[in-house]
């Protein structure tokens, strides 16, 4: 089970920003090992944020993305007290979910 | 006609904005570049990790860190980053956090540090105190060095961190002071901190532990010290040395009232 995200979440006027922080090796599968064998690609391919259950956004990533990467959108019309679902999946099939609260 | 002072206005725009991109040094841009990544520092993961593992029973004897003494009674963590490196009673050892916290894994979890000294950075245990590293450190953040030197054995290793400071040795016959000793030195676009005086809030001594945005790893500062004796070619000094810790004291005490920015972003 990949370590969970960090996300905040405040709103300020009628939008709110987002700011998530994930755990992840985002492996290129280009690099190469001690030994020169090629270390698998591993990396997250698809990213989706949710406002109080209702999709808002979802972005494809690929391995071009940093290791821990940090992803900061703003959403229209989010309250404070409102529910901000972020989830990731890797090319392993690998999911993590996480929410936070508008503040 | 419009026209025309249209594009006379273009072009003065064009011309102010050459010339401000000209004065921007490369250190400006750098910090620029810092305080875009600084709100979103992975850091802030490692501390997460750190305060879990603290908080977690482990080890052979199943127990929590939660007992440890850091200097400021069993358990206190808050404000013990910026007395770090001190002398212990128990130990009878000058120790920096990392050092302290083998101690601590030792006593009360059954660890082994032999064990846990000789793991690559990075890799098993290794990797948890580079957790533990940031969540305590972060504890801190904002707080101002205070290294206490009441004790002989702090004083003696002040004198002993001096001393390795100004070490010239190796193939290129550097020391410690060859980059860090003087004011305005770079290795290529980096500033280095002086280390020898109070570089500034969160410089220098008061920037580590640190994300390395290149490693896209938690450095503590046995690793850092490590590195640059790497870059010295020197020898590996082994972890939590007395050399290393002796160097602790001697770049925290001059770094006396700076700001702690624990756990840093660092490229």
């Not at chain 1, 992803?71 to 007290?81: C, D, I, N, R, T």
């Amino acid at each position: 089970m990949a370590d969970p995200m960090r996300i905040r979440a405040q709103a300020a006027g009628d939008k709110a920003t987002v700011r998530v922080l994930m755990s992840h090796e985002m492996e290129t599968g280009l690099r190469k090992d001690a030994s020169g064998k090629a270390i698998p690609a591993w990396y997250i391919q698809e990213v989706t944020a949710q406002l109080n259950g209702k999709t808002v956004m979802t972005a494809q990533w690929g391995p071009s993305v940093a290791k821990n990467p940090f992803l900061q959108f703003s959403v229209k019309g989010a309250k404070a007290g409102d529910k901000i679902t972020m989830s990731w999946i890797d090319n392993k099939g690998e999911k993590r979910t996480d929410e936070a609260t508008v503040s | 006609m419009r026209t025309l002072w249209t594009l006379i206005a273009v072009a003065t725009v064009a011309v102010s904005t050459a010339g401000l991109a000209q004065q921007k040094s490369a250190s400006d841009a750098i910090a620029e570049y810092r305080a875009m990544l600084a709100d979103g520092n992975p850091a802030d993961l490692f501390e997460a990790k750190g305060e879990e593992l603290w908080k977690q029973k482990r080890g052979p004897k199943n127990v929590s860190l939660e007992q440890c003494n850091l200097g400021k009674g069993a358990g206190v963590v808050k404000g013990a980053f910026v007395e770090l490196p001190r002398w212990f009673a128990d130990t009878g050892r000058v120790q920096d956090l990392e050092s302290r916290l083998l101690t601590c894994m030792e006593t009360l979890q059954g660890f082994d540090s032999k064990v846990i000294i000789n793991t690559p950075f990075g890799k098993g245990e290794q990797a948890k105190i580079e957790s533990l590293v940031a969540w305590i450190s972060a504890e801190s953040k904002g707080m101002h060095f205070n290294l206490p030197q009441a004790h002989t054995a702090e004083k003696t290793a002040y004198e002993l961190g001096k001393r390795a400071f100004y070490y010239r040795a190796g193939p290129y016959d550097f020391s410690c002071a060859s980059c860090h000793g003087q004011e305005g030195k770079r290795i290529r676009l980096q500033d280095l901190p002086d280390l020898t005086k109070n570089p500034g809030d969160g410089v220098g001594f008061a920037a580590w532990p640190a994300y390395r945005v290149s490693s896209g790893e938690l450095w503590g500062m046995q690793r850092r010290l490590n590195d640059c004796f790497r870059q010295q070619r020197f020898p590996y000094p082994g972890y939590t040395s007395d050399v290393t810790v002796a160097l602790g004291v001697y770049m925290g005490v001059n770094a006396k009232g700076a700001e702690s920015i624990a756990p840093a972003l660092k490229r």
